[in-house]
């Protein structure tokens, strides 16, 4: 017995560093969303005020915006003082690690090893893909962590009052963490729904109140009901398409990456486990059917949710396989291990997003990854600055308050008419024109890879126009002033020439 423990122990901790190993990613602080995390905690740490408008912009600075991140903002920013870049990489790394094993336990729970170590082989790359640090990781261990006590108090019917507080607490951080604070009501109200069709009375009004009790707690935050309804409105009006909402269909057409068809394939296998799971236990497993088969759906129509829809598979996915083999015992001592072992061979020999050990594995910053920004302020380089989407938040944590961003990486920031403003300026001259009077641009600070449709041809007009010369450029960013008496001296010393330049 003892020795099964030991064994156990072993492959969930293996499992787990796995996780951990695909976690740790060097931050490309050019075009994640970090750089503004910590300015938003350093701002309310160090002046006591809470970020609620469009703070960082000489553009739209009187828009209101609900800060519903603000706290991972303050702790990215207590992390990041006590342990630098690393330590934010590890910190990021240990909350995904956290979360998976919540999911892990829930798989544990009712799965043979077999299929609970083959889903969780073939959903760890799937976890590893939005490794970019994010407040987004919060959600994943408050909603692992509830998820794992709800299906535990409910097979040991223990339905004690601490849950009620447990809950209400952890409603209390997520609604001021991250966005996700919404899923709480659907773990709740799926377990709800499970114990009204099988008539559980005494389930039923401990959930009713617990239900009542995560939506009252979601209240409680700094901007009230606007926090509580901004899940459901965000999306509306957003004049910026982000990659990260577009559907599964979509990514695989456009850009038709094995990440993409892998996140198909696996949406495909929670649809099939959610409807296995109804057609052999009936309601006896709706709330793993209800949550299968909604991050199957999420994640087919917003490819964002493909990380949590692996999370689910290993939780629930892993019930189906190992119920569908069980009867097979032959299928259950060979076919498992042997995927196993070949996914795993996968994972070791290859440099693709299949294994932890990719390009960017790491901790820390990616080299010379603030080696524009500290060209811009050694150079004392002038604003007003037009910077693409992407750079934003690099600008923002690199540059500020000195200079402010023309637009940053939030959406809902900004209105449709301006995101309209912005790509036709990139597209049409005149308008480009129109905008450079309007603003008095005289500094471009440009994402060399940005692949939107505009961007490159920007940059190429950019670069063979007249009235801007490149003064900097690196692995990740383009710098041109204005050829104008201000910039005359920089121009003098750092005029980089047109040939360097080749146009694809």
């Not at 490794?131 to 509830?146: C, H, Q, Y």
């Not at 957003?238 to 599964?248: D, I, K, M, S, V």
């Not at 059917?289 to 829809?309: D, G, H, K, T, W």
Request: charged content about 15%.
């Amino acid at each position: 017995m003892k020795n099964h423990l030991w064994i156990n122990i072993a492959i969930t901790l293996l499992l787990s560093c796995l996780v951990f190993l695909f976690g740790l990613n060097k931050i490309n602080l050019i075009t994640t969303d970090i750089g503004r995390h910590l300015t938003n905690g350093r701002i309310l740490v160090e002046q006591n005020t809470l970020v609620a408008t469009n703070h960082y912009s000489y553009t739209m600075t009187s828009k209101l915006v609900t800060n519903h991140h603000w706290l991972s903002g303050v702790i990215f920013y207590y992390v990041w003082q006590l342990a630098g870049w690393s330590g934010l990489s590890v910190f990021y790394a240990a909350l995904l690690t956290i979360a998976f094993i919540f999911f892990f336990l829930i798989g544990q729970s009712r799965a043979g090893w077999g299929p609970l170590v083959f889903t969780t082989v073939l959903s760890l790359p799937l976890i590893g893909l939005r490794t970019e640090i994010r407040p987004e990781a919060f959600s994943l261990v408050f909603f692992g962590l509830e998820t794992w006590l709800l299906l535990r108090m409910m097979k040991k019917k223990q339905l004690k009052w601490w849950l009620w507080l447990v809950f209400a607490i952890v409603q209390i951080l997520w609604v001021n963490l991250h966005l996700f604070f919404f899923l709480s009501w659907g773990i709740v109200g799926a377990m709800l729904i499970q114990q009204l069709l099988l008539r559980n009375k005494a389930a039923i009004n401990f959930l009713s109140i617990l239900l009542v009790i995560v939506v009252g707690a979601s209240f409680i935050n700094p901007f009230g009901y606007l926090s509580v309804i901004e899940p459901f409105l965000i999306l509306q009006g957003f004049g910026y398409q982000l990659a990260e909402n577009q559907t599964l269909f979509f990514m695989v057409k456009r850009f038709g990456a094995l990440s993409y068809w892998h996140g198909l394939m696996v949406a495909v296998v929670g649809l099939g486990a959610g409807g296995y799971l109804v057609w052999r236990h009936r309601w006896q497993h709706l709330f793993a059917v209800l949550l299968l088969i909604s991050f199957s759906v999420f994640a087919l129509v917003m490819n964002r949710f493909v990380p949590m829809l692996g999370l689910m598979l290993i939780a629930f996915g892993s019930w189906a396989v190992g119920d569908l083999l069980g009867k097979n015992k032959v299928l259950e001592k060979s076919l498992i291990p042997f995927l196993t072992v070949f996914l795993s061979l996968i994972f070791i020999v290859t440099k693709s997003y299949l294994s932890p050990f990719q390009s960017s594995f790491g901790i820390g910053l990616l080299p010379d990854v603030e080696k524009s920004a500290q060209f811009f302020k050694q150079q004392n380089l002038a604003g007003p600055i037009f910077n693409n989407y992407d750079i934003g938040g690099y600008l923002i944590h690199q540059l500020f308050p000195g200079q402010r961003v023309f637009v940053d990486n939030r959406p809902e920031a900004y209105s449709v008419e301006f995101f309209n403003q912005y790509v036709a300026a990139q597209e049409d001259e005149v308008v480009w024109q129109q905008l450079d009077e309007e603003y008095g641009f005289e500094t471009i600070f440009f994402y060399r890879h940005d692949f939107t449709p505009w961007a490159q041809p920007f940059l190429i007009s950019k670069i063979k126009d007249k009235a801007w010369v490149s003064v900097y450029v690196d692995d990740y960013v383009l710098i041109l002033v204005k050829d104008n008496q201000q910039n005359q001296s920089v121009i003098e010393k750092f005029e980089l020439p047109p040939e360097m330049f080749v146009a694809n």
